[in-house]
């Protein structure tokens, strides 16, 4: 009846998979029910409990429009768990054959679920390793990807833009954020030519009102250009920060 994903470095809390099997019991009428969690990090020995209660979600059951304008829904699908035949029915599927396929799936099932609710159970554990197998650095072919999934998460607001505006201007967010980390944390370690490359590819909501994306869209060129000068500085403030960090 419903569907959980889980990944390699989460594991199940004790009983917390019975308990949230009664709780589902009480949300039939939801298509989708969001979960806490507890962060482990091995090297401390020690957790963070409730991470999203303690982030101001409450246990309401409303539209999961209103609930992606009302909180800063996570993206990674694990933390909710779905009703099975709404999957099937809206054909919510990940994008095959992609890297970093979660966002736009959170984000589309949240759009059309017709009912929504915050459990505050620490259902998982996610363990803090040092390890990502998201991680990106200077991988051109990598940066590329976050590119692409930067673009569908216009392309799922967009599709909900003549019925549904607030919710979609509320996933449109989502994709301006989105960008905006990209090109402030990752776009800059390309080079030139790469630069201008997936700038003109990969475009961005026009309306963004975001300083950052505005300047670079009517300037690509002066943004490659700054980043080849400030490359080196930067690179050596995120060796430095990792340094500090470890």
Known sequence: EWILYLDQDDFFIGDSLKHLRNSLKEYRICDVVMFDYQLKDLLRNCSVHHIYKNQGFNSEEITGSKFIQKYPIPWTPWCYAYKREFLIAHQILFAENVRFEDVDYVIKSTLLSKSMVFLPIDVYCHVDSGYNTSFVGNNRFLIEDLFKISIRIKDVAEDFMMKDREGAQAAMNHHIFHYHWLLS?????????????????????????????????????VYAALAQVARPFLLAAVWLKNKLKS
Not at 205 to 217: C, P
Request: glycine fraction near 2%; charged fraction near 30%; proline fraction near 5%.
């Open 185 to 221: 944390k990752f776009l800059w370690r390309l080079s030139y030519c790469e630069i201008i490359d997936l700038l003109g590819r990969y475009i961005p909501y026009e309306k963004s009102n975001n300083r950052l994306i505005d300047f670079t869209l009517k300037h690509p060129r």
